[in-house]
């Protein structure tokens, strides 16, 4: 499902909120105000974690504020841990 607005994607990322998680930064790609990255987030903790692998590209504005941001994945790229 696409989230597309500051509040969708709010919602999306509030559902992880509370719950334990630890990010890793396999690749970065920077060229002027837009960055490219692929990383991996483990959420859940003992039995119930799962890992997913995404690639995000963001553009910044002048102020290194985030002015736009794609992440794709889908269901291949989450494994249970």
Known sequence: EVHIGRSAIRGFYKNIESTPR?????????????AAFMFAITVGSGEHRIRIEPI???VFDGEGKIKA?????????VTQV
């Not at 941001?69 to 790229?77: E, G, Q």
């Open 22 to 34: 630890a990010t890793e930064l396999l690749a970065l790609r920077v060229a002027g105000h837009e």
């Open 69 to 77: 941001m794609k992440a794709y994945w889908s269901p291949a790229h």
């Open 56 to 58: 995000d590209v963001m």
